[in-house]
């Protein structure tokens, strides 16, 4: 798989402004840059191009205090991503990951959904079960863990640690 970087836009408008969450941050976007939103859609690219895009932070130059490293919702931002600068590498490709439907280990969700078994499905509207992949979860294997794991160490051999604090 290869990535290609295709733009870098510094956006001085979100730096003054506290907010929280991916929601707040997406709507921004749109507001302050319709024309560039727009030409991200799918159906506007060249190629059958599915571009995404996302808002890299520096916790220390703006008010934006998420209280994780990374932010997707899939659900409703397809494309769409939320980091911080300061975090470890590995979480740029664990959000993309995210937007290829990926998820976190089994053992990490079930901690999350505070011991219930975790159904993605519940989470989702119907009209999306099909994105739905039973094997796309983080495993853990030999003591190391794929990239969408919650392991401290990660295959092949990837040196930055996780932070426990990404979503
Ligand atoms: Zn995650």
């Not at 929601?23 to 991200?40: F, I, K, S």
């Not at 990660?154 to 996780?162: E, G, I, R, V």
Request: aromatic content about 14%; overall charge negative; hydrophobic content about 40%.
């Amino acid at each position: 798989m290869k990535r290609t970087l295709k733009e870098v836009v510094y956006i001085s408008e979100l730096l003054d402004i506290n907010f929280q969450d991916i929601y707040a941050v997406h709507d921004l976007l749109a507001y302050y840059y319709p024309d560039r939103m727009e030409a991200l859609q799918p159906n506007k690219s060249h190629h059958h191009v599915y571009p995404y895009y996302g808002v890299v932070f520096s916790t220390r130059n703006s008010a934006f205090n998420p209280d994780k490293c990374g932010q997707t919702d899939v659900a409703l931002y397809p494309q769409f991503f939320v980091l911080d600068i300061s975090c470890p590498k590995v979480v740029l490709e664990h959000e993309l990951g995210h937007l290829a439907w990926a998820n976190h280990d089994i053992d990490t969700l079930s901690y999350q959904t505070e011991g219930y078994l975790f159904d993605l499905a519940a989470w989702l509207p119907v009209g999306l079960h099909s994105k739905i992949k039973q094997y796309a979860y983080g495993y853990h294997c030999g003591g190391k863990g794929t990239v969408m794991s919650y392991a401290d160490e990660f295959h092949p051999s990837t040196p930055a640690l996780l932070s426990l604090s990404m979503a």
